[in-house]
């Protein structure tokens, strides 16, 4: 078996004259955690049920561990573990009988097996509080656990997750980034999200889609460093600044970009970039003393995740 | 067991077991029970009547499962897309022939039960007097059959919306047409201007006057394969609108 648990190649899907996913290529192999980033109606979801099986794609081929997933979808899918959006449950089932239901149609028969694999699961989730209990009396952090479990239950080579942590609290949340972690050494993990840290902290490669579209697909840092013309200085102060202080801090420090971002009360925000220069914060602090301004706070700021994600998106 | 029907078979269990695990069986059961013997001992005039049979009993089933089979069905379909586990069906490795076919037999095994539990009435006759059993068994048998190609139109349709009072009553609604179609009422209004072919068409195609023949004792092949094809024609179109229906 090659190294690349899902190949998806040429994807197109489109409801009526609305392309939710337009002509797209990935892949992704076993020990990777691909984190799928994107607006909302960007095609996330869309591209996720295309690779789970539960859409047909327009155009273009999928394949499942080397299994053609349009051609064969019965065996490509035993390889899949999904979690779709919301993390849909039979909410009168109890979490044991449902987990069991899960397990046996994803055919584990051998019923000592199937026992092992719940007794792993009540124990890797934490949900042994909840085993007995009907899905629907559970609040919204165990009932994402469930989905989960359900889509761990057979212990997938590929695993899927439509906002794994939505909803959940930040202790949650940790969990859940830790256990993803714990899980991916031999897996091919997807997860889309909209929270960027956690691309950070659990994703080996981002992808971002907006429009239907492939728009980055790199690792998070890189992200950083292509998307983003680096740091930044903000300034702070209490004067009342006209243009001309402006002008003249911009012509004597050479920098590119100086610029008021914002007055709020008794407060003004001072930005300063460079694309090409590395900033001097030295400098740029003499330079200000000359002009007598009460400092409230000065430093560089630091580009993250969101900054890349805004600017990319927001170029379409 | 090969996998194939395996999985049915777990399909199914899931399903029976979900009448159960809330009140709804019990009430549904109840309630067939007291409407089926109220109908028999009251409006039938089981008594008066004076005869050792259950056509009073039998009678009434079109008029009743008209409202009690899209009450068991209406939930097959409608609330896996409502609460959206139909993806979690979906992207597990079966078919839709496979998820279509065991929710249809629960709910058809539901009903079985429900036929079952109403057999005192079947005993006290005996008691009573000297029924032909042969009619009666053959009546239940009619009755099952009836109730399946009732449930399977129910399912079918239920996929159509999220809403299982809209599927209820669209359920309901086809149900009526179906029966009212061999009426003694609609025929002659038809036959009053139809050639005789669109007047036996319909007629052929109305539940009550099948069950009618079956009632009589009468069970013959075209009465079993109208509603067995009745059945599999409606649970071709589920699979299909399941197909269609699954993204909405």
């Known amino acids: 078996m090659s190294l690349k648990l899902i190949t998806a190649k040429n994807l197109t899907k489109s409801f009526g004259d609305f392309i939710a996913v337009d002509n797209i290529d990935l892949d992704v192999k076993r020990g990777e955690v691909l984190g799928f980033l994107g607006p909302n109606g960007a095609g996330k979801s869309t591209t996720m049920k295309m690779l789970t099986g539960f859409l047909e794609p327009d155009k273009g081929t999928i394949e499942i561990c080397d299994i053609d997933l349009q051609k064969n979808p019965l065996k490509a899918k035993e390889f899949i573990g999904y979690l779709p959006e919301g993390a849909p449950a039979y909410s009168d089932m109890e979490v044991s009988d449902f987990l069991s239901f899960v397990g046996k149609m994803r055919g584990i028969e051998n019923s000592k097996l199937l026992k092992s694999r719940l007794s792993d699961m009540a124990e890797q989730i934490n949900l042994k509080e909840v085993w007995n209990r009907p899905i629907e009396t559970l609040s919204k952090g165990f009932k994402r656990r469930v989905g989960i479990a359900q889509a761990l239950i057979h212990d997938p080579d590929i695993l899927i997750l439509d906002e794994p942590t939505d909803g959940l609290d930040p202790n949650q949340k940790y969990e859940m980034r830790n256990l993803i972690k714990n899980i991916s050494q031999n897996k091919a993990i997807v997860i889309s999200t909209h929270i960027l840290e956690e691309v950070e902290a659990v994703c080996s490669r981002a992808i971002i889609i907006a429009d239907g579209k492939i728009l980055a697909n790199e690792t998070p840092e890189n992200l950083v460093n292509k998307f983003l013309e680096g740091d930044f200085v903000s300034i702070i102060t209490s004067n009342i600044i006209d243009k001309k202080i402006i002008n003249d801090i911009k012509s004597t420090l050479n920098y590119k970009t100086v610029k008021i971002e914002s007055h709020k009360k008794n407060q003004t925000q001072i930005l300063i970039k460079d694309e090409k220069n590395k900033l001097n914060l030295n400098k740029i602090m003499n330079e200000i003393k000359k002009y007598k301004l009460d400092i409230n706070e000065a430093g560089f700021l630091k580009s993250n995740l969101d900054d890349v994600f805004r600017k990319i998106t927001q170029q379409q | ?248």
């Not at chain 2, 013997?37 to 499962?65: I, V």
Request: charged fraction near 10%.
């Open chain 2, 1 to 248: 067991m090969n996998t194939y029907f395996k999985k049915t078979f777990i399909i199914f269990d899931r399903e029976l077991k979900g009448y159960f695990r809330t009140p709804l069986a019990s009430i549904f059961l109840l309630v067939f029970l007291a409407l089926s013997s109220g109908m028999t001992f009251f409006l039938g005039r089981f008594f008066e009547r004076d005869q050792a049979d259950l056509t009073a009993f039998f009678a009434w089933h079109p008029w009743l499962f008209l409202i009690l089979m899209p009450a068991i069905g209406m939930r097959l379909w409608a609330e896996e897309r409502r609460s959206g586990t139909i993806e979690l069906l979906i992207t597990l490795p079966v078919t839709n022939t496979q998820l279509v076919v065991g929710k249809f037999f629960a709910s058809w095994i539901f009903t079985l039960i429900a036929l079952i539990l109403s057999m005192p009435i079947w005993i006290t006759v005996n008691y009573l007097g000297n029924p032909d059993n042969n009619v009666i068994f053959i009546s239940y048998i009619g009755s099952w059959l009836m109730a399946g190609a009732f449930l399977a139109l129910t399912s079918c349709l239920s996929t159509l919306t999220k809403n299982q009072v809209i599927a209820f009553i669209l359920s309901s609604i086809s149900g009526f047409i179906l029966v009212m179609a061999g009426f003694g009422l609609v025929l002659s209004a038809v036959r009053s201007w139809a050639p005789i072919w669109i007047t036996e068409t319909i007629r052929s195609m109305s539940f009550l006057s099948h069950f009618n023949r079956i009632q009589m004792g009468v069970f013959d092949f075209s009465t079993l394969l109208f509603f067995v094809s009745m059945i599999v024609l409606c649970l071709w179109i589920n699979i299909q609108l399941v197909q269609i229906k699954k993204t909405d």
